[in-house]
Nanobody
Framework: QVELVESGGGLVQAGGSLRLSCAAS????????MGWFRQAPGKEREFVAT????????YYADSVKGRFAISRDNAKNTVYLQMNSLKPEDTALYYC?????????????????WGQGTQVTVSS
């Protein structure tokens, strides 16, 4: 069982930056691949980024590639999402997710555990 708690969301102007954090409970954090997803009002939840069990293997949605960076610190049981050059279309509720079975998963149904989400709002 893994519990995930996101933090770091907020209101930022276009072009600004935010760093999201996701703290995980449990002693087996390093055995989970981690992902970030987002959901805007009236839209489906969409993939943003994922990091494998190894911190060096990452994958991004085309819409955020070059602007966002996912990383993990297994010693701190935490995964991060650094978001730069933010755009109004990045506005959404951002979720952290964990999967024990699939590395590089980009669809929500492949993730076992989810946090409650943190709101990111980008003003124009």
């Amino acid at each position: 069982q893994v519990e995930l708690v996101e933090s770091g969301g907020g209101l930022v102007q276009a072009g600004g930056s935010l760093r999201l954090s996701c703290a995980a409970s449990g002693r087996t954090f390093s055995s989970y691949a981690m992902g970030w997803f987002r959901q805007a009002p009236g839209k489906e939840r969409e993939f943003v980024a994922t990091v494998y069990w190894s911190p060096d293997i990452t994958y991004y949605a085309d819409s955020v590639k070059g602007r966002f960076a996912i990383s993990r610190d297994n010693a701190k049981n935490t995964v991060y999402l650094q978001m730069n050059s933010l755009k109004p279309e990045d506005t959404a509720l951002y979720y952290c997710a964990a999967t024990s079975r699939f590395g590089g998963a980009t669809t929500p149904n492949l993730y076992n555990y989810w946090g409650q989400g943190t709101q990111v709002t980008v003003s124009s």
